[in-house]
């Protein structure tokens, strides 16, 4: 048998040794880390100090932004003017010739022409061609060729001179709004007409209703307004038109009278003539563009009801019954 060579084992150390290592303060030996295992765990150390980097530059640009965006928005509304909403519309300055008439309901505070725009008063605004010419004729409406010879030569502006003061009428919608604009006016709401017809000096007085007028509730007479008496009846005789009176007596105008001549049928604001001569046309819609809201009755009114004084006409009708004022 042939000599082995002697085999080299390599022990773990003994518990005994490992214990006398540890009496001895030396650390049993380890075997060095590989610098190759240890990479991974640097590689990962940097990646999340970099996303923490980029994390930490998201907030702080974030923030930078919401702090500019707050100073501008500040400095925006500091530069607002400040809100009148809660604050009382202001109090309308009111012309020659106008009312005021005080706020009540939903209503502002307004002012009113006292009478209607005569003749006179639109005739400058046609010649300067701000203005159209005021209608010579009846349009709108059907009306047969013997009616129409009747009815025709009763626009008031076929006679400037003789009826400079009575109010224009044969004006469409769309005239009228012209001509109140020209003056630095504007055509009165349903609302508003009603407050100067009904409203009294202030706000909490009121008394439209069934059979009321602008000078209470006493019955119509011939010294009120300009409505249907005897003197229209007669000229309905002779014109062959079927007229019924509102009063017994005469006005003295079979047709439109010169604004202003029934002062006792004052409003309580001083306003005259709401009721008869001419009915008058407002800013309201009556639901669609086309129609608008007429209010007054005009010369020939036979009643009070809010049938006669309340209308709705198409915005391109001229009649001889309607007229307007302005407001503002």
Partial sequence: MKDEPPRVVVEAPSSAEEGDAARRGVAPTAPDPSPIAARPARRSTLRFALAAALVAAALLTATTLALRNAQKQKARVASLPPTTASAPAPVPTCGDGMARIASGGATAAFCIDRTEVTVEDYRPCADAQVCRPAGQRTEGATIAQPERDVIDPLCTARA?????????????????????????????????????????????????????????????????????????????????????????????????????????????????????????????????????????????????????????????????????????
């Fill in 160 to 328: 400037p001179e003789a009826r400079a003061k009575h109010p224009v009428n044969c004006i469409d919608w769309d005239m009228a709004v012209a001509f109140c604009k020209a003056r630095g006016k504007r055509l009165p709401t349903d609302a508003e007409w009603s407050r100067a017809a009904f409203g009294g000096a202030r706000a909490s007085d009121a008394s439209e209703g069934a059979g009321n007028a602008p000078w209470g509730a006493a019955a119509a007479t011939a010294r009120l307004l300009n409505g249907c008496g005897a003197e229209c009846v007669d000229w309905g005789k002779k014109s062959r038109v079927d007229v019924r009176p509102l009063y017994e007596g005469s006005d003295g105008f079979p047709t439109t009278a010169p604004v202003g001549s029934f002062p006792d049928g004052a409003s309580p604001n001083g306003v005259l003539d709401l009721f008869g001569n001419v009915a008058e046309w407002l800013a309201d819609t009556g639901g669609d563009a086309d129609t608008h809201v007429v209010r007054g009755g005009g010369w020939q009114m036979s009643s009070l009801d809010a049938s006669a004084t309340r209308s709705l006409e198409l915005a391109s009708r001229r009649s001889v019954l309607i007229g307007f004022r302005c407001a503002r």
